[in-house]
């Protein structure tokens, strides 16, 4: 008896054995790429690779098996059968084809597994077909134990190579798998070539048909040639691949990484690839979250499923971060072909920006973008929501309105960056004092309000007096212009019973704080009603007085008392209303400059007087009054050089008529102003003098020409002794100074030769001249003319 296994070492050529592994794990590697690149190809080309697979796999398990069995000298006659032999390479070529073919099946569970299977069985009916056509000068007989046992070990190994091979991408997986085919191939072979005993029988003689062993040499070598011609066109196709692979992947991660928005591509759950965007969202770099499952960074199933269900339309989830938040996200899911595969792309945009300025455009929908009150919307509602509380609970309800006094000229003055931060202290301010019960808007402008239900109006008085403390305290505490303010108040139901009744009423009491000394509060009075209304029309007509033609100017002459010549005229200004006739300056000149219409009024009086005074043909010097309105506005010296120069008057003939009370609100820029004023040559006069403050002062400190005594002072100064002290030391101090003195207010003859005989240089008043259109002193302005009385000598 020979035993094949137990003559291995003295009756096998070992090189051969080599070369029987050699080919055999070449065919496994051959068989495994070609299973992967025909998994990739599409259905017309898959059947194609399958069929180059099956060829080279089932050449290589043939070419195994007879290299190894040419390895082997019995050093007795043989051959092999050609019909089986041939069988034997089409079992193995067969039966590993559909292997392979149902390892890529998807329409049955368990394909690879099972696909394993089937190759086992190739190998084993290959294996004993090929040793039923071995031809020898003996008997073979099997050992039953070793030949199920290498039927065993064929169909597990091979069982478990194609799954390990085909279940995840990259060279470990496919290397192990074809390690396990090879070992599934050698195990099986060699296991049942240990199950073969040969007893040795001259008497049996090989038939003339059966094959040398050196064509079968040359059999083996074809095929041998074939599996390195089907690996050298897998290992081409392997490199084609991957470089193609890798540059695909590199343009598509630039593309990727260039997106602004997150992008994560996906096969099933398992994340294949993402972009640098997505990384920064979930706060891992993008290299790590391949294989990463998505469900980690999505866990709401709804939100999988949605995406499933709504290809191509955004929905709104939560994203969870790797150190545990949440980030709101808007997600698009999309079918994409990734490395020849099916998967799917997920743009992830962060919505974080959209919620910060959804919240941002909600708040100012309802809120004062300066101060972050509550806007006039917002109150609104506020207020009819508390009036239904009032009504049901039989409370009162307190409407408080406040602005702030002289606000205008706080921008004028300072800037409106100074008067935004006035607003938002006064904010600040108030705020501090309300409780969750009150609230506070800003209605437009410098303009307040405030909602405080109560249960008496002593309530809401103590509140105010609380604010007006409250203001006047920072005013101690702040370098800044000055804080003031008035506050207007009107109850529910005492007063009104709607909302627009309740603000109105408010806002009338709080123009009565402010014309009864402001920094005060009133509660409204049903008397208040009337007045302010006539105030607001009277605002309202002043504001187009001058575009319709209702304003025009007056002039009163000013004469040197000693030669009785006109030296001079001041411009006076008159409003004719159509309706209420001719309307006193005492009235209208103080809400102009409330309002800030005399801004307006004032310039256009002053292009007016400077554009008659140039085309008289006698240069009379003419005065115009300038309210501190304009004198502190920080365009008026400006408006003034302008003036000049449009309208060709020369400076010296122009004089600025200024009180002593513009003088205090802002010394440093009323000084700076007539300073100014000066240097481009217009002459200042101090106007009504010993009716302000501080005049010796004003005197000493801001460059004034004239002094023009008040009429008040003038009056029945030649029987008054008192008031002609007054007069004589007022100019005794022009003479001292060196500035000429006129007094107002001249009325009568005695009056008149009071101020001849106290060296007075000029005056005006009804006695020498009534306010009229420069039309009845044309003889002034364009001749020379005799005085109509002879001059008072002293």
Known sequence: MLKVVGCFVNSHDLWLVALAAAICTLAAITAIELLHHARKATQQLRAVWLCIAAV??????????????????????????????????????????????????????????????????????????????????????????????????????????????LGRQGFRARATGALLLLVAICSHHFTAMGAVTIVPDPSLVISEAAIPARW???????????????ACAALALDVRERRHAALERERLNSLANAAVEGLVVCRGDSIVSANDSFGKLV????????????????????????????????????????????????????????????????????LRSRRRAEGQIQFLAHHDA??????????????????????????????????????????????????????????????????????????????????????????????????????????????????????????????????????????????????????????????????VRDRRLLEHDMRHAIARGEMHLVYQPQTDVTTGAVIGFEVLLRWQHPERGAVSPAVFIPIAEESGIILQIGEWVLREACREAASWANPLSVAVNVSAVQILAPHFIQIVHEVLFQTGLKPGRLEIEITETALIRDPPRAHSNLHQLKALGVRLAMDDFGTGYSSLSNLRSYPFDKIKIDGSFIKSVDTNAQTAAIVRSVLGLGRGLGLPV??????????????????????????????????????HTHGLRTPDRPALVA
């Not at 190998?123 to 199920?148: C, K, N, Q, S």
């Not at 079968?216 to 089907?230: D, H, R, Y």
């Not at 004092?433 to 239900?453: H, K, N, S, V, Y």
């Not at 007075?760 to 001249?769: D, H, I, P, R, S």
């Open 283 to 350: 706060g891992m770099p993008a290299s790590d979250l391949s294989g990463c499952l998505l469900s980690r960074f999505l866990p709401e199933a709804a939100t999988r499923l949605a995406l499933a269900s709504q290809s191509d339309q955004a929905i709104e989830a939560e994203l969870c971060e790797a150190g545990g938040g949440t980030i709101p996200v808007e997600l698009i899911m999309r079918p994409v072909t990734y490395g020849d595969q099916p998967h799917y792309a997920v743009a992830v945009r962060d």
């Open 56 to 165: 080279a796999c089932g050449s290589g398990i043939w070419a195994t098996h007879f290299v190894a069995m040419l390895a082997f000298e019995p050093s007795l006659p043989s051959g092999y059968d050609v019909s089986l032999t041939t069988l034997s390479l089409v079992y193995a070529i067969v039966l590993t084809g559909i292997g392979l073919a149902v390892a890529l099946a998807r329409n049955i569970p368990f394909t690879p597994v099972i696909g394993g299977t089937i190759l086992g069985g190739g190998i084993a009916a290959m294996h004993y077909t090929g040793m039923m056509a071995f031809e020898i000068a003996g008997h073979i007989r099997w050992d039953p134990m070793l030949v199920a046992a290498s039927l065993i070990l064929g169909a597990v190994l091979g069982s478990a190579a194609l799954p390990v091979a």
């Open 742 to 779: 006129l007094a107002e207010g001249v009325e009568t003859e005695g009056e008149l030769g009071f101020l001849v005989a106290e060296n007075c240089e000029a005056a005006q008043g009804y006695l020498l001249g009534r306010p009229a259109r420069i039309g009845q002193f044309s003889e």
């Open 370 to 531: 300066l101060t972050g009150l509550a806007n006039r919307t917002s109150f609104n509602q506020r207020i009819e929501q508390e009036l239904k509380l009032a009504e049901a609970g039989g409370r009162k309800l307190a409407m408080l309105c406040l602005d702030l006094d002289r606000f205008k000229e706080v921008n004028d003055l300072f800037g409106h960056t100074a008067g935004d931060t006035m607003l938002v202290n006064v904010a600040r301010t108030v705020t501090e004092i309300l409780d969750e019960t009150q609230m506070m808007a800003r209605l437009g402008g410098d303009e307040f309000a405030i909602l405080m239900p109560c249960d008496h109006a002593v309530a809401a008085g103590r509140l105010a007096e609380r604010i007006l403390e409250a203001l006047c305290s920072r005013n101690g505490d702040a370098a800044g212009p000055v804080i003031a303010t008035s506050v207007g108040i009107a109850l529910y139901p005492d007063d009104a019973t709607d909302r627009a009744m309740l603000l109105s009423y408010a806002d009338t009491a709080l123009y009565r704080a402010k014309s009864e000394g402001r920094g005060t509060y009133r509660f409204f009075e049903a008397k208040m009603g009337a007045q």
């Open 216 to 230: 079968l040499a040359v059999g083996v070598s074809l095929a041998s040639v074939a599996i390195l011609m089907f």
